[in-house]
Structure formats: C-alpha cells, structure tokens
C-alpha cells in the first residue's frame, strides 16, 4: 500500500507541474511584442516614430501595391509592386521626415521656420541598399515663399546620395559644385508643379550627417529660394521607379535650430542652445566606454528628453546604461529610462556606453536635444 501511495504522489506531483508549466507557456503566448514595427500598405498612410518624426508611405505614381515597415528609427520597403517608365516621374517616395508635409506636421517640429533665422539644420542618415532596382536614394528639402504647412512648395531641393539604373533628376545638368564638403553634379529645372534643384552624389554614399542650410543657400545664391522663404521639411527616402523591396533608412535625425533673425514656425520653440553636453570618453584599442552628461540650462523642465547625435564611422555600441539608444551606429537617439525622463530647469541626467571602434578614435561633432542643439561642454 505505501508503494502505491509514493506512485499516486507522484502523479499530483507531475500534473500540478504541467499545469503550471502550460499556464506559463500561455502568458508567454499573450504577452504583447514590445515596439513592434508597423507596417503601412495604404497609399499615403503614414506613423510616427521617436515621437518626432512621420514615416510615410507616398505612393502617388503608381496603383500597384507598396507597402513599407516602420522601424524605432526608419523604415524597409517590404512591397514594391509595378513600374514606369525611368524617362518620367518615379513611382512614390516612401520618406522619413521632421517638419509639415500635406498639413502632416511631425510631432514638436519648428518648421516652417524663415531661412534667415535657421542658425543650422543638422541632420544624419544611414541607408541599406539592394540590387534589381532602378531608383535614387535622397533627402527632399522643401522651401516656399509662405509658411506652407499644405500642398507643394514653390522650391524643391534634392541631394542624391546614390542611384541605381537609367534614372536622372528633373530638368538638365548645369555643371559641378563643392556642398558640405563633396563634389556633386548639379542638376536644375522644373517639374511642371515646382522648380527643382538637384545635387547627384559621384558614388554612392550609405551613411551622412551634414547642415541642411549648406544646400538651402546654394538655392538662395542660384535665385530659386530668398532669405525672407521658408524651410517647411527635412525628408530622406526612396524614388523607386522599378521593384525597390529591401531598400532600408535605417536611421535618421534632423534639428533646426534657431537664432538670430525673426523667426516663423508652426509649433515648438528655437532659440538659443538651452543644454549643455558633457562627452567623456575612455578609449583602449578597439574599443571605448563614453560618459554622457546633459544639463537643462533653460528654464523650462526638459519632457521625455531625446538626445540626438551621430556616432563617428566605424564605432559600434555593445552595451549602454541609465538611457535607451535607438541605434548602434550612426545616427543615434538616446532617450530617458522610467526614472530619469525629465530634466528640470538647472539639473542634469548622465548615462554611458560601451562600444567598438576602427580606424582613428573621434567623437560626436554636435548634440540635440529634443530638437534643439546644444553647446559642448
């Protein structure tokens, strides 16, 4: 009889451990994904991402089906059905920006901003390129007469960081010239809505950061845009013409910065810097640790604060601590954890990293916060 009491114990013993093993199993199953990707398929559906930028889709040359796939800092096109001709328009521009586009204003953006009281316009991007596609990869910097908020501006400015097939920018090439420190071909003309202005990379580049501004006063010294204009929005993304699926932003940053002049704006504030960043850094060969620390020199409380930057080609971050990075190379935000979201007027919130390097060590040339750039301490 105690033999078969031992067997019968063991049985509980094991149904109560499957259940709760099935029971396990089953939150498992029921916990939701955290940050998962959104995918849009709708012809000018659009998300927002970082809560600051509007990924959209902007499919308007074609009725084939696009669909793209919204990341924590860009996006991939996962569908690209259909084609036109590479002699016309191009079939959509799935794009990522920071400023208004058909009165869709990214969240806290200072755009429209008048030309003449943008002190900078930094921004960075990083692309993934395919194979088996005709298309160009580039920002679109919109300038108008008017704080337009709606339709299509008077000037369009494009810098073509590469293309792939028989595809040309608008209009004719005019001749060569040195912008933020590259040769570009320079392509200008009209596209039957809006003057166009273009600057076609020599080779393509996957990764960049420069000062928006640099192309804008090459508008306004060709005639095409005037001091007293606006900048309306920053855009980086894709003209497919043919396929395009795998084509990938895989991360962008874009600050306006204002100061000096009489500014315009829908929403937000510019300004003078009103943060300072301390960047300490421990290097070794091959690898390093950095200590952030941001101060609010403002006199506002600094909200869910985001920290914008570009790491230096070649480094990589492994680890980071008391801060979330959107990135682990190039164009990095770095934003607060539960307990440290804010930073009140005078006060400060420090976090860190560890990563990889090649080449020659170097640090980020500049720092935003929440838009706004900040002086390096």
Not at 90 to 109: E, W
Not at 292 to 309: E, H, I, M, Q, R
Not at 328 to 350: E, H, K, L, R
């Amino acid at each position: 009889m105690q033999q078969l009491k031992n067997h019968g114990t063991l049985h509980t013993l094991f149904a109560v451990l499957l259940a709760s093993l099935v029971a396990l199993a089953a939150m498992i199953t029921a916990a939701p994904a955290s940050h998962a990707d959104t995918t849009i398929c709708e012809q000018f559906g659009s998300t927002t991402i970082q809560g600051r930028y509007v990924v959209q889709n902007n499919r308007w040359g074609t009725s084939a089906t696009q669909c793209i796939t919204a990341t924590d800092s860009g996006f991939r096109i996962v569908q690209a059905d259909g084609s036109v001709p590479t002699n016309g328009a191009p079939k959509s521009y799935p794009s990522v920006y920071n400023g208004c586009h058909y009165t869709n204003c990214s969240p806290g953006t200072n755009l429209p901003a008048r030309l003449s009281s943008v002190a900078s316009a930094p921004t960075s991007i990083s692309y993934s390129y395919v194979s088996g596609a005709q298309y160009d990869a580039a920002y679109d910097i919109w300038l108008d007469p008017t704080p337009r908020t709606d339709g299509v501006n008077r000037t369009e400015i494009m810098v073509w960081l590469n293309h792939v097939g028989a595809v040309q920018p608008v209009g004719s090439p005019t001749g060569t010239s040195t912008v933020a420190g590259r040769s570009w071909q320079v392509w200008s003309g009209n596209n039957g809505t809006n003057d166009v202005l273009s600057f076609v990379a020599p080779s393509a580049i996957d990764s960049w950061n420069f000062d928006v501004m640099d192309f804008v006063r090459q508008a306004v010294a060709r005639g095409l845009a005037q001091d007293n204009w606006y900048l309306t929005s920053v855009q980086a993304g894709f003209e497919p013409w043919q396929n395009g699926a795998g084509l990938a932003v895989n991360s962008f940053s874009s600050a306006v910065n204002l100061g000096g002049g009489t500014g315009g704006g829908t929403g937000g504030s510019g300004g003078s810097s009103a943060c300072k960043v301390a960047y300490g850094t421990n290097v070794w060969q091959g690898g390093f640790t950095a200590n952030v620390t941001v101060t609010n020199t403002g006199s506002s409380p600094v909200d869910a604060w985001k920290l914008a930057f570009t790491l230096p080609a070649g480094q990589q971050v492994t680890s980071a601590w008391s801060a979330e990075l959107s990135a682990s190379s190039g164009a990095v935000t770095a934003g607060g954890m539960a307990y440290n979201t804010s930073i009140a007027p005078g006060g400060q919130v420090s976090f860190g990293f560890q990563g990889t390097y090649d080449g020659a060590f170097a640090t980020p040339a500049a720092f935003s916060l929440n838009g706004t750039a900040c002086t390096k301490a």
